[in-house]
Antibody, heavy 122, light 108 residues
C-alpha cells in the first residue's frame, strides 16, 4: 500500500525559504505514470488550500495565489518529491500535506501523508 | 472568481439526511470531489468525479452537480459522520484545484 511521509524543518524564519520533502513508500514514483504528486496546506483551525502539483512527465501546476513563490519538483532516484516556498511570512504557517492524485480527471486526492506542522517565526 | 462557497455548518439528527452545498462560478464545467476530515485526522476522499464513491466509502454518501452548485448528501447520518467536509473542484483547462470553504457537520 502506497504511503507518503513529509519531512523538513518545523520552524522557518520570515523571508526565508521553506523546503519540504515527501518520501514515497510501497510504490515507485517513476512507475506511477498515471499519477501526479502535490502539496496541500491547512492553517490551524482553517480550511484546505492546494499549493501545487507535478505530473509524472514533470509538468507543474500551481495555485495562482502562490505561483510566484512556489516550486514543486520530483527526485525519482530518491523516490520523493519536494516543495519550496520562498519569502515565507506568518501567513504561511500551516500543516503541510503531500498527496497523490490521478493526473487526468477529477478523481481526487486518494493518498495523503500525515502532515508536517510548519511555524514561521524569528 | 475561483472561490467555492460552502455553508459554515450543518446540523442533522441521527438517521436523517444531511445536505452540503458547494457553489462556484461555472462549477458544472469542472469535476468535483468531496473530502471528510475528522478532528486531528487527515482528510479522506468520499466522492470523486461529482458522484462516484471510492472503494470503502459507505453508500449513504452520494454526490451530484448541476449548474453552479455541487451537493454532498449523507443519507441516514450516523454519529461517526460528524466531521468537516470540503468540496474541491478540478479545472481541466488550467489543471488547477480549488477547495471549498468547508462545512462542519454536527450530528445532534
Amino acid at each position: 500500500q502506497l504511503q507518503l511521509q513529509e519531512s523538513g524543518p518545523g520552524l522557518v524564519r520570515p523571508s526565508e525559504t521553506l523546503s519540504l520533502a515527501c518520501s514515497v513508500s510501497g510504490g515507485s514514483i517513476s512507475s506511477s505514470r498515471s499519477y501526479s504528486w502535490g502539496w496541500i496546506r491547512q492553517p490551524p483551525g482553517r480550511g484546505l488550500e492546494w499549493i501545487g502539483s507535478i505530473s509524472h512527465e514533470g509538468s507543474t501546476s500551481y495555485n495562482p495565489s502562490l505561483k510566484s513563490r512556489v516550486s514543486v519538483s520530483v527526485d525519482t532516484s530518491k523516490n520523493q518529491f519536494s516543495l519550496e516556498l520562498t519569502f515565507v511570512t506568518a501567513a504561511d504557517a500551516s500543516l503541510y500535506y503531500c498527496v497523490r492524485h490521478p493526473t487526468t480527471g477529477g478523481y481526487g486526492m486518494d493518498v495523503w501523508g500525515r502532515g508536517i506542522a510548519v511555524t514561521v517565526s524569528s | 472568481s475561483n472561490e467555492l462557497s460552502q455553508p459554515p455548518s450543518v446540523s442533522v439528527s441521527p438517521g436523517q439526511t444531511a445536505t452540503i452545498t458547494c457553489s462556484g462560478d461555472k462549477l458544472g464545467d469542472k469535476y468535483v470531489c468531496w473530502y471528510q476530515q475528522k478532528p486531528g485526522q487527515t482528510p479522506r476522499l468520499v466522492i470523486h468525479q461529482d458522484s462516484r464513491r471510492p472503494s470503502g466509502i459507505p453508500e449513504r454518501f452520494s454526490g451530484s452537480s448541476s449548474g453552479n452548485t455541487a451537493t454532498l448528501t449523507i443519507g441516514g447520518t450516523q454519529a461517526m459522520d460528524e466531521a468537516d467536509y470540503y468540496c474541491q473542484a478540478w479545472d481541466v483547462r488550467t489543471a488547477t484545484f480549488v477547495f471549498g470553504t468547508g462545512t462542519k457537520v454536527t450530528v445532534l
